[in-house]
């Protein structure tokens, strides 16, 4: 079982940066993806960024490329540096894992966080 949390959200003016972090617990395993997700109020969940153990770049979503930089610290520990945000970056941001091979569709993600706030303001 791996459990995840996220921190570091908050309120930030537009132009402004922020820092998530995500630590799991429980039983981890190298190959995991590790997934950041967004959704805001009325609309779905959405992939922002992706990162794997293996030479492959990491993924993002045209939205936040070149605003947004991904990174894993070891097996249980995984970032998103965002910056230049943006109103409509406005959303609870998620930290997800699946084992295996990389994916953007939220339901083949296996374990979650309970979500950060980020608001931003214009």
């Known amino acids: 079982q791996v459990q995840l949390v996220e921190s570091g959200g908050g309120l930030v003016q537009a132009g402004g940066s922020l820092s998530l972090s995500c630590a799991a617990s429980?039983?981890?395993?190298?190959?995991?993806?590790m997934g950041w997700f967004r959704q805001a109020p009325g609309k779905e969940r959405e992939l922002v960024a992706a990162i794997t153990w293996s030479d492959s770049p990491p993924y993002y979503a045209d939205f936040v490329k070149g605003r947004f930089t991904i990174s894993r610290g070891n097996a249980k520990t995984a970032y998103i540096q965002m910056n230049n945000l943006k109103p409509e970056d406005t959303a609870v941001y998620y930290c997800?894992?699946?084992?295996?091979?990389?994916?953007?569709?939220?339901?083949?993600?296996?374990?979650w966080g309970q979500g950060t706030q980020v608001t931003v303001s214009s």
């Open positions: 429980g039983r981890t395993y190298d190959n995991y993806v």
């Open positions: 997800a894992a699946k084992p295996g091979a990389f994916s953007d569709i939220a339901a083949r993600y296996d374990y």
